[in-house]
């Protein structure tokens, strides 16, 4: 079974600065999807950014880029020039790659809650 | 394009109560999902449908815990009884199948407290 840790309960930046949440996973497949997925405080998951296994070139959308290694099954998410607007719990999440049936199912870490601060 | 539909936002039952969730996914998606999120902790999958059929509910209490997707588009989650540990929120999602599109979007979730 795949499983997906996430060791920062809780992460904070100043506004307009940097901040990287870590991710990591444990897989036997070969070719998966990552995700990371923001929870604002309305509780609604929103979808941020997603890579795919077999692509080497690191996801971005605007100010989220990731850093991903496949060989450490590291996955992490870097926020440029922080908004107050990003504060929220992000959660990391693993999706197999495989067709059909059970394997649509999402994974996922147990989050990092990001505070920014003004 | 609405976004996926979960009633009530919000519950306290008392334990050994029953309950009954609802969730309307979006148009088209043939694919919906029950999560489970206790405090501190990332959602859990309860049960996923494929149209009105059961994919996966391996990690569905079954002795207290029953859901249905009706024709397949709206679902119902029901606890019976409910226990103390079901307190979470209870987040319904779905996407569309077949998997070219493999984004799930999520609803607002329903906040359950048992007392």
């Known amino acids: 079974a795949q499983t997906v840790t996430q060791s920062q309960p809780e992460m904070s930046v100043q506004e307009a600065e940097t901040v990287t949440l870590s991710c990591t996973y444990d897989?036997?497949?070969?070719?998966?999807?990552l995700f990371w997925y923001k929870q604002p405080p309305s509780r609604q998951m929103i979808l941020v950014i997603r890579?795919?296994?077999?692509?080497?070139q690191n996801a971005t959308e605007n100010r989220f880029s990731v850093n991903f290694q496949k060989a450490a099954k590291s996955f992490s998410l870097k926020i440029s020039d922080s908004q107050l607007g990003d504060a929220a719990m992000y959660f990391c999440?693993?999706?197999?790659?495989?067709?059909?049936?059970?394997?649509?199912?999402?994974?996922f870490g147990k989050g990092t809650l990001l505070t920014v601060n003004p | 394009e609405a976004g996926v539909a979960q009633s009530p936002r919000y519950k306290i039952i008392e334990k050994r109560q029953s309950v009954a969730f609802w969730c309307n996914p979006i148009?088209?998606?043939?694919?919906l999902y029950w999560y489970q999120q206790i405090l501190g902790q990332g959602p859990k999958l309860l049960i996923q449908?494929?149209?009105?059929?059961?994919?996966?509910d391996s990690q569905l209490p079954k002795d207290r815990f029953s859901a249905e997707r009706l024709k397949g588009v709206d679902s119902t989650l029901k606890i019976q009884p409910a226990k103390l540990e079901d307190s979470a929120v209870y987040l319904c999602?779905?996407?569309?199948?077949?998997?070219?599109?493999?984004?799930?979007?999520f609803g607002p979730g329903t906040r359950l407290t048992v007392t």
């Open positions: 999602a779905s996407s569309f199948i077949p998997a070219s599109s493999y984004e799930q979007y």
């Open positions: 897989t036997s497949e070969s070719d998966y999807y």
């Open positions: 890579q795919e296994a077999y692509k080497q």
């Open positions: 999440a693993y999706r197999s790659a495989r067709q059909g049936g059970s394997n649509y199912k999402l994974t």
């Open positions: 148009s088209g998606h043939a694919t």
């Open positions: 449908f494929q149209n009105n059929g059961v994919v996966d």
